[in-house]
């Protein structure tokens, strides 16, 4: 008995709350009269439910010249270099070299000694003259017939042989002066005058500093936009503003293993402002042709393309376009839209195809440009 009061209990308990929950505090849209949500619900925003329409800020797709920053890292050279080495084995009788000191083009800095060479060349030359008095007076026997012809060729070989051997002993003595190629800085040298030196052996370096060239590295595909004469900016470390520079030299080919393209500027330095090796940012300007640009946030990106949603008669249209430059506040847009187009900028997550929609605001573009890290 008492097993059948337990269970009639449980079966009133149940029941009454079957009937408190859907007669007397019915779930909204689905008690008596509901009609489903009105939008008000989880799940979007005020104004996104089913037959209402709903608010966005939009943009109007417009045609714009892009500045494009290409920036990268490069490293300042000397406009010449040279590292001074002696061409034979001798010993330093005099040293010109003033460590960081200007000097001209063809300065001497450096005599070896040469005082073997010296006495050779006064041999020969006796001996040159001795064949050249030789061959003027077998000349003229060999015009009365006293000689013949090749008596007088074997004595005119000994004359052009003894002039050979003075130009090789006059090509050895040059060897024995080493000449500033150009004008430029002496660096610090690393022998003293006395010192005993060989062709491996380090005197200085010579380098021209009045002008420098900036070596740097972009993108294969921004090569078209390159040209000699275009203007580059680049800034040193400890430099509070940056300098300016002109593209002078592009190498024909991509780099293999990088696949970026070499760069070399030339930079004003009569005022020693730069040092060469120093590392720079460097920061290439190109200029783009008329595009149409539309806001980042404005671009769906999908699987296999990138889309926007137009504002179009009243109602949204899904547009698939392709995309071109980036940045953090605007997309370059090569097709799928027009100058004129509305897009949508804000609820895109809540637009569907054709769903009531108008513009609250209209959007512009922030004003800074393009910037793509080359390294």
Known sequence: MKRWIA??????????????????????????????????GKGGPPGAGKGQTLSVNAFVVVSQRLKEDIVSSGSLLAAEQVDIYPEISARITQLNIQEGKPVGKGALLVKLFDADLRAQLEKLQAQAENARRTEERNKQLLARGGISQQEYDIVTTNLRSSLADIELVKANLQRTEIRAPFSGVIGLRNVSAGAVVSPSTLIARLQQINSLKLDFSIPEKYGQAVRSGSTISFITDGATSPSQGVVYAVEPGVEEQTRNL??????????????????????????????????????????????????????????????????????????????????????????????????????????????????
């Open 7 to 40: 269970i009639g209990l449980v079966v009133l308990v149940l029941g009454g709350i079957i009937v408190y929950n859907k007669v007397l505090h019915p779930a909204p849209g689905n008690g008596p009269g509901g009609g489903g949500d009105k939008g008000g």
């Open 262 to 375: 070499r760069i070399r500027a030339k930079i004003n330095n009569t005022t020693a402002k730069f040092r060469p090796g120093t590392f720079a940012r460097v920061t290439l300007t190109i200029q783009n042709e008329q595009s149409l640009v539309v806001p980042t946030q404005a671009v769906i990106p999908q699987t296999r393309t990138n889309q926007v949603i137009l504002v179009k008669n009243g109602k949204a249209v899904f547009r698939d376009v392709k995309t071109g430059l980036r940045t953090a506040g605007s997309i370059q847009i090569l097709s799928g839209l027009q100058v004129g187009d509305t897009v949508a900028t804000t609820g895109l997550l809540f637009l569907k195809p054709d769903v009531p929609v108008k513009v609250g605001r209209v959007i512009t573009l922030p004003g800074n440009g393009p910037k793509v890290a080359a390294n």
